[in-house]
């Protein structure tokens, strides 16, 4: 395992894709192709990205931007308690922002602007902060979701983060060993969410998502976390720029057979392709592997159910609960 020159971790990625990627290729990605973490897999096993700064440059940003935030409010003669009141958190809260514990939404740095009359020196740091609050080798994903004309995703797990309803994600969460504590769980789901807004952008992306059917029928959380989670499948699905498809358990083909995947394309036509496994996350920008991966997932679409049948599928398995 080696690091570059701007401490972003490359390596070996998984899923058999390889390394092979330009420089210049990867958003955020500090000049470093395909990007590992030997952590938690962002997608599943972790259950989603956590509003804290997940690296060293990511504390020292958040720690300037927190420095701003306590200089600007005591000019404007407020204490903790009147400030949180008037942006709709308590002085606990905001002591955390300020000691750079605990990252705000891009919302929430442009309403405490606007309190502190900041004239839009707190709103210029709110891409930084949001960038922050995920490790380098994942902040080129994240800005990917933002950018992507076209996201094609694979599940053989759990339900993808994108998809996933607050209940299922806490359910994930708290099964994390060793536990996670609260504020993590808090911060990571709030992350998560955020990352949701995809689904209301415009012009709207090109959303496809194939799933297996264990993952619709493993009841994380009990019975009526699963209950939550097919109907807000349900909902998403009748979206017309979102496909969701089910590989069923019968199906004796399944091209998604080495583990889950997303195949992510931009305005300018290039793909990416992040996949995880149990231990680690690589983003992937090889023009070869991306292709070959997204040919693979028209494979895995052409194995699955239609997505009229998908529904039909996931509305049978609400119905049996």
Same mark, same amino acid.
């Given at each position: ?131 922050? $609050? ?29 998809? $996933? ?21 808090? $911060? ?114 052409? $194995? ?18």
């Amino acid at each position: 395992m080696t690091t570059s020159a701007g401490g972003r971790w490359a390596g070996e990625a998984v899923a058999g894709m390889t390394e092979r990627a330009s420089a210049d290729a990867l958003p955020g990605s500090g000049g470093v192709g395909a990007a590992v973490s030997r952590g938690d897999a962002w997608e599943s096993g972790d259950g989603g990205t956590g509003r804290r700064p997940e690296d060293e440059a990511g504390k020292g940003v958040v720690c300037a931007f927190g420095k701003n935030l306590k200089t600007l409010r005591l000019r404007e003669g407020m204490d903790r308690e009147e400030f949180g009141r008037r942006i709709g958190y308590s002085a606990a809260t905001i002591a955390s922002y300020e000691q750079g514990r605990r990252i705000p939404s891009p919302r929430t740095i442009d309403r405490a602007d606007e309190v502190l009359g900041a004239g839009g020196l707190l709103s210029v740091w709110k891409e930084e902060v949001e960038r922050a $609050q995920y490790p380098g080798f994942f902040q080129g994903m994240a800005q990917l979701e933002k950018e992507a004309i076209e996201l094609l995703a694979y599940a053989s797990h759990v339900v993808k983060g994108l998809l $996933q309803t607050e209940q299922y994600m806490r359910a994930l969460l708290a099964m994390r060993r060793p536990p996670l504590d609260q504020d993590t769980i808090e $911060q990571r789901v709030a992350a998560r969410l955020a990352r949701q807004e995809i689904f209301d952008r415009r012009p709207a992306p090109l959303l496809s998502f194939v799933m297996d059917e264990a993952v619709l029928r493993h009841r994380y959380g009990g019975k009526e976390v699963l209950r939550g989670q097919l109907e807000h499948l349900l909902l998403i699905g009748q979206k017309r720029n979102v496909e969701i498809q089910v590989m069923p358990l019968e199906c004796e083909d399944n091209a998604g057979v080495n583990g889950p995947f997303t195949v992510v394309t931009r305005k300018d036509g290039k793909k990416f392709v992040y996949s995880e496994n149990h231990a680690s996350s690589a983003l992937e920008t090889d023009a070869e592997q991306t292709v070959l991966a997204a040919a693979r997932y028209g494979i895995i679409r052409s $194995q699955a159910l239609t997505p009229r049948e998908s529904l039909g599928f996931i509305e049978g398995l609400l119905g049996s609960l």
